[in-house]
Structure formats: structure tokens, C-alpha cells
């Protein structure tokens, strides 16, 4: 099976612009995650979704959103990008929402430089 | 709260000497524990994962981890270190308040296996 892919993999942008992220996660899997990756803050949840619904929220500012299409791709977006959204952004999915402790797997992520 | 503390920023190991990387944690009810590790620019991988069970967990790459519930510890070892394990480690708990999906990570603890 092919893993999670995420695009772009590279991204620069300037303050006060959005940026949407694109994740395709593996055949089959129906929760996807979202974390945020800083040298300062760690790996920070920031949501997850399951069967097109946002299961859970970690605690960022609403600029960040996202949602899941029927065919799992999720997505998510930040608007007036600031400074201190520069991270390296990173999905996950895995194989089901109610299964209790099921393993992640994680795309390679995507770098969103904030100039 | 939940949390998970690793103690170490970094962990200095000759090759061929054992290696042990520490994780501790905080939470509520039974704890889903994981170890991921993440190479440069890279995503994370999956390494292990406690649910239930026997202590001692044996995962990839020849990587192992004990749990102990009474020091709530979950450290990742390994008999013999190898150049190419160096790398960036991640502790992780789930499995609270029904945040399966929701990954809470440790601060990570960089590995540096020497020749």
C-alpha cells in the first residue's frame, strides 16, 4: 500500500496570506490528524477528522481549519498567516476511529516557511 | 493533565553498547502508550505501542520497550545501538477522555550513536 502523502512539500509564504495543505491518507484508512511541528512548541495536535467529521480539536486559534472529503483526502487551511505559523505540518491516518490505541502513520509533512 | 516527559534532550551511545531512552507519563485511566522515531525530514515512523499485556513490548527495528505502570514509565531500548539509529524519538500517549486519534507527544530525545 502506498503511505500517506501529503502536498506540497515545500511552501513559502508572506504574512496575512492562507495556504491550504492536501493529505491523502492510506487506502482504507478513515481518520486522518493533523499536528504541528516547531523547534519551540514540539508536536502539537491540532485536529482530527473521521468519516467528514472533525472528531476532535487541539487548542489553535480558529485561522486553522480543515475538513475531510468522502474519499478521506483531507485538507486544512490557515488564514492570515503569521510569523509563528511557520512549522513543519504533518498528517496522520489511521485505520479506524474506534479501534483504541491504533498506531498513526505519518506523511513526510509539509514545510510552510511564513516570511 | 495528560503529559509525557522525556527527560533527555539527547542520548550519547558508542555503537554495539545498549541504549535505553526515557519516557514518563501522566494521565487518566489506562494509558495507550507509542515510541516513533523521525529521521530528517522525514515524517514519523512507528516504532511500538503499549495497549495491554505483556510489559515488555518488542517493536521495529529491534527496538523494545518496558512499561511500568507504578513508575509510569515506558522506556525504549535497544541491546545493541547501531550509526544508523541515530535520530530524533518521540514518547507518545492516547487513549483519554475519547481522544483515541489524539497524540500527545513528549518533547523528544535526540540519539547519537558514535563509530
Known amino acids: 500500500k502506498a503511505g500517506v502523502t501529503q502536498t506540497p512539500r515545500y511552501l513559502i509564504k508572506t504574512r496575512g496570506q492562507q495556504v491550504t495543505l492536501s493529505c491523502s491518507p492510506i487506502s482504507g484508512h478513515r481518520s486522518v490528524s493533523w499536528y504541528q511541528q516547531t523547534p519551540g512548541q514540539g508536536l502539537q495536535f491540532l485536529f482530527e477528522?473521521?468519516?467528514?467529521?472533525?472528531?476532535n480539536k487541539g487548542n489553535f486559534p480558529g485561522r486553522f481549519s480543515g475538513r475531510q472529503f468522502s474519499n478521506s483526502r483531507s485538507e486544512m487551511n490557515v488564514s492570515t498567516l503569521e510569523l509563528g505559523d511557520s512549522a513543519l505540518y504533518l498528517c496522520a491516518s489511521s485505520p479506524s476511529g474506534q479501534g483504541l490505541g491504533n498506531e498513526q502513520f505519518f506523511g513526510p509533512g509539509t514545510r510552510l516557511t511564513v516570511l | 493533565a495528560q503529559s509525557v516527559a522525556q527527560p533527555e534532550d539527547q542520548v550519547n551511545v558508542a555503537e554495539g553498547n545498549p541504549l535505553t531512552v526515557k519516557c514518563t507519563y501522566s494521565v487518566s485511566g489506562n494509558p495507550y502508550l507509542f515510541w516513533y522515531v523521525q529521521y530528517p525530514n522525514r515524517g514519523l515512523q512507528f516504532l511500538l505501542k503499549?495497549?495491554?499485556?505483556?510489559?515488555l513490548v518488542k517493536g521495529s527495528y529491534g527496538f523494545e520497550a518496558e512499561f511500568n505502570k507504578s513508575q509510569t514509565s515506558f522506556h525504549l531500548k535497544k541491546p545493541s545501538a547501531l550509526v544508523s539509529d541515530s535520530a530524533l524519538y518521540f514518547c507518545?500517549?492516547?487513549?483519554?477522555?475519547?481522544?483515541?486519534?489524539?497524540?500527545?507527544f513528549g518533547a523528544g530525545t535526540r540519539l547519537a550513536v558514535h563509530p
Open positions: 507518545a500517549v492516547s487513549g483519554f477522555s475519547g481522544g483515541y486519534n489524539k497524540l500527545i
Open positions: 503499549y495497549i495491554t499485556g505483556d510489559n
Open positions: 477528522y473521521f468519516s467528514e467529521t472533525q472528531r
